[in-house]
């Protein structure tokens, strides 16, 4: 898959999520809404409902108080007395409940007042009915009764009763109307949004498992390139071991046959430096010896001044001449030394990291007494890696640390160590002449060396550490400016693995 089909698939998906979520938020809050719709207008129908109960216990109430009325006055029974009482009793507490009930209505509130007032009346008239019996006046309780029919009270009260009724079954109608509306709205929300849930969710498995096969595949042409890889990695890593170990012998065997001509050369130049002393000696004796006096002293000789030239220039060549001897012999000597070192095996053990380095500071006092530098060790990790490789490793950059010291400055070395991830970290500063940082990488190639060279060596030793430090699955690094110090840090694994010993080879 390209890096645009990458992002493309990547794309359509984050559409989709954004897609699904907004679709799920606006369905959410439809739902709610239309939910909450729908339970305000089938409050409003069981309000309306409740209202025209009301009103119907309303005029129960009243026939059964007009019932209970006339039965007493007819029977003068108790049992309709108490039945009256009962149902008067009953009314004033149900017109109330209306009167609450209808309070937001405008129109309901004019009914109210009617029916109100046609009410009181009533009960009035009930009162004195009642009255009338109890004092033994049936017939001017009959002639209330007939009043009050004459009046037409209770058909007042039933005719606003009945306008109230009809107000309430118009709201009826329209709040059933709006509450039917409101649920079929919700259910098509629902519907709606779930249909379009289960497309969204096939979607998703569709680009899910378009995802899972391009990763199948992915995964399949990785496996394949990996093995490749593999296959390839072990081919170059066996030619590259093969290449060292033949560069290893060829160092090592022309190192060898430069060492024999190199041996010739010095035993010809001692025997010519021998050479020129006779010449000299004889030449000495021809021109001061008188023919008859007697012969100088052995070993002495005369020259004259064109020869005494001729025999400082014959000894001042020969000494160049025995200098790069002894300096070929050195170099040769150190290519011998990286061969060899090359050639041998990592042997990892447990190492007490400042033990190791208080030795190795112990076979340098002189040098540091001399130099008058302090030599601060501070607490050292400990690791499992090769003794002889760290030995040298840390004896490089010490003995380097106390040669480079600044003249008549106190020298201060300091070797610091920690952890991380796995790695122990050592740096080993100092407050020496320090490195140029366009010098940093070149003091690690071999043979070549930077600053002022006043200091014996032949550029191996930080080539021969870096190599060592890599071999051991490490890094080497320099900071440093001029007159400022330097700062070697070396990162080794804590545990070295001896499944890759040698692997650099």
Do not use: C
Request: without cysteine.
């Amino acid at each position: 898959m390209t890096a645009g089909e990458q992002r493309r698939r990547t794309f359509w998906q984050i559409l989709l999520f954004a897609a699904g979520l907004l679709v799920l938020t606006v369905i959410s809050a439809g739902s709610v809404y239309l939910v909450n719709k729908a339970r305000d207008d089938s409050k409003w129908v069981v309000h309306t409902l409740e209202v025209e109960n009301q009103i119907n216990a309303l005029l129960l109430e009243i026939r059964r108080a007009e019932s209970g009325a006339r039965g007493f006055l007819l029977t003068h029974s108790a049992d309709f007395k108490t039945d009256h009482d009962k149902a008067v009793a009953a009314i004033i507490p149900v017109l109330d409940r209306i009167t609450r009930l209808t309070g937001d209505n405008p129109a309901q509130r004019d009914n109210i007042e009617k029916l109100s007032a046609a009410i009181e009346t009533r009960l009035g008239q009930f009162a004195q009915e009642m009255d009338f019996v109890r004092q033994s006046q049936p017939d001017k309780a009959i002639a209330m009764v007939r009043e009050a029919a004459a009046a037409n009270t209770t058909s007042a009260i039933g005719s606003v009763a009945g306008a109230m009724i009809q107000e309430e079954e118009g709201l009826f109608r329209l709040r059933s109307t709006n509450a039917d509306r409101s649920q079929t709205l919700a259910a098509s929300m629902t519907g709606i949004g779930s249909g379009l849930v289960v497309l969204l969710t096939l979607i998703s498995i569709w680009l899910v498992r378009r995802s899972a096969r391009a990763r199948d595949d992915a995964e399949l042409r990785l496996r394949d390139a990996n093995l490749n890889l593999e296959a390839t990695v072990d081919e170059r890593t066996a030619d590259l071991r093969e290449a060292n170990d033949e560069i290893q012998r060829f160092a090592y065997i022309v190192s060898h046959d430069l060492r024999s001509p190199l041996i010739n050369i010095m035993g010809f130049t001692s025997e010519l430096e021998e050479l020129g002393g006779d010449i000299f000696r004889r030449i000495g004796g021809l021109t001061h010896v008188p023919a008859d006096g007697p012969p100088l002293p052995s070993g002495e000789v005369r020259l004259e001044d064109p020869d005494r030239q001729l025999s400082g220039d014959f000894s001042e060549a020969l000494g160049f001449i025995k200098s790069s001897i002894a300096k070929m012999d050195r170099l040769i000597s150190a290519i011998l030394n990286l061969t060899r070192e090359g050639r041998r095996e990592f042997e990892p053990v447990k190492i007490d990291t400042r033990e190791l380095i208080e030795t190795i500071v112990s076979t340098l006092a002189h040098q540091a007494a001399e130099a008058q530098a302090e030599i601060h060790i501070a607490p050292l990790p400990n690791i499992i890696s090769d003794r002889l490789a760290l030995e040298q490793v840390f004896s490089n950059l010490i003995d380097n640390a106390i040669k480079y010291l600044k003249i008549g400055v106190p020298g201060d070395v300091r070797i610091r160590g920690r952890t991380k991830l796995g790695y122990a970290i050592f740096e080993i500063s100092d407050n020496g002449r320090g490195i140029d940082p366009k010098d940093h990488q070149r003091i690690f190639d071999l043979f070549r060396r930077a600053g002022t060279q006043d200091k014996p060596g032949q550029g191996i030793g930080l080539a021969h550490v870096r190599a060592l430090v890599r071999r051991l699955g490490g890094t080497m690094s320099v900071s440093s400016e001029l007159n400022t110090g330097s700062t070697f840090t070396i990162t080794l694994p804590i545990t070295w693995n001896t499944s890759n010993r040698n692997a650099d080879r």
